[in-house]
């Protein structure tokens, strides 16, 4: 089944303490994206990766890290979370030259800063 | 700088009547038109998009957007709701040119939809 997994689905941490969620498709899909989603928002774009080593920035970029070193994975860092960066974090990932192609979005991550 | 709003935070609407899910938007050039639904927990799903040509795009489970440029609208519609259409919708817009054309979705704050039985 052509999915794109998230993990953890759920996360409590605390200010200042590192953290990683995972991200992985399974379409071979050269294209993908954080979203953090706020409510009356929507969704802002993180950061974005067109393919192997090869990232940019999104709309809302501070704060976060991301690494592409393989086609499937794009996972999203936290160095030192805040409770600003509470939020519903989704990924995605799209295929062949950009918006020609519907996104492909995971699950979610509620994440939780105290 | 491209947006998207959704004036609408919520829409009630009784089973069988017809739905309206408005969206206007702000780009340079012609855009390219996006609507996503949300079902509760769950991750976003693609509805319908508007690349080019008929201005009337028809997509998933029975909707339809119709793109109007003079107005900068994409509003969505259904002629008949059911119970089960009832979920938060999204529109998103991105540009057909430039730095972000193809890598940037650019999303409105979205809207409740509640079908009533």
């Known amino acids: 089944e052509a999915q794109v997994t998230q993990n953890p689905r759920y996360l409590i941490t605390v200010t200042g303490k590192k953290l990683t969620v995972t991200c992985s498709q399974n379409?071979?899909?050269?294209?993908m994206s954080w979203y953090r989603q706020d409510p009356g928002l929507g969704l802002r774009q993180i950061y974005y990766?067109?393919?192997?080593?090869?990232?940019d920035k999104g709309d809302v970029p501070e704060g976060y890290k991301v690494s592409r070193k393989e086609k499937r994975n794009f996972p999203l860092i936290l160095e030192s979370p805040s409770p600003n960066q509470t939020s519903l974090y989704f990924c995605a990932s799209w295929s062949g030259a950009g918006v020609f192609y519907e996104q492909y979005f995971g699950p979610g991550t509620r994440l939780t800063v105290t | 700088a491209q947006s998207v709003a959704q004036p609408e935070d919520q829409v009630n609407v009784a089973e069988g009547n017809p739905l309206t899910v408005k969206c206007t938007y702000s780009?340079?050039?012609?855009?390219?038109l996006f609507w996503y639904v949300q079902y509760p927990n769950r991750g976003l799903q693609f509805l319908l998009k508007y690349i080019t040509g008929d201005n009337l795009v028809k997509g998933s489970y029975g909707f339809e957007a119709e793109f109007n440029k003079s107005q900068t609208s994409f509003h969505l519609k259904k002629p008949s709701a059911l119970v089960s259409d009832s979920a938060l919708y999204f529109c998103a817009v991105s540009p057909r040119w430039g730095n972000n054309a193809g890598n940037m979705l650019t999303f409105g704050g979205g809207t409740r939809l509640m079908v009533k039985p």
């Open positions: 780009v340079s050039g012609n855009p390219y």
């Open positions: 379409m071979n899909h050269e294209y």
């Open positions: 990766s067109m393919n192997v080593e090869v990232t």
